[in-house]
């Protein structure tokens, strides 16, 4: 049964810093690409990032390049999402996403299994 776990979220205050983790279980973890959404209340979820299986490479939004690091360790079937320079409008309920055709797209229908979300609360 494939499990996708999100953690790290929280409350912080506008300009600091959160690590978002999502441990999965259940699959060849190395063979998946991950992606990270995010949902706002009253909004559609939308993309943040995703990083490819195999090479890594990684796709960021440009609404939040510059702010956000997207990484992965497979001996520890991990991704990650770092974001920093927090602005109010950054929370939302966060989502970690795996396709299992290594597939990187922008798009919620792209993506097989999904967590169910840690909160991240920014305050000004």
């Known amino acids: 049964q494939v499990q996708l776990v999100e953690s790290g979220g929280g409350s912080v205050q506008a300009g600091g810093s959160l690590r978002l983790s999502c441990a999965v279980s259940g699959v060849n973890f190395e063979a998946f690409a991950l992606a990270w959404f995010r949902q706002a209340p009253g909004a559609e979820r939308e993309f943040i990032a995703a990083?490819?299986?195999?090479?890594?490479?990684?796709y960021i939004d440009n609404s939040v390049r510059g702010r956000i690091t997207i990484t992965k360790d497979d001996a520890k079937s991990a991704a990650y999402l770092k974001m920093d320079h927090l602005k109010p409008e950054d929370s939302a309920v966060y989502y970690c996403a795996a396709n299992v055709r290594n597939a990187v797209a922008g798009v919620e229908a792209f993506y097989d299994y999904w967590g169910q979300g840690t909160q991240v609360t920014v305050s000004s």
């Open positions: 990083i490819s299986a195999y090479n890594g490479r990684t």
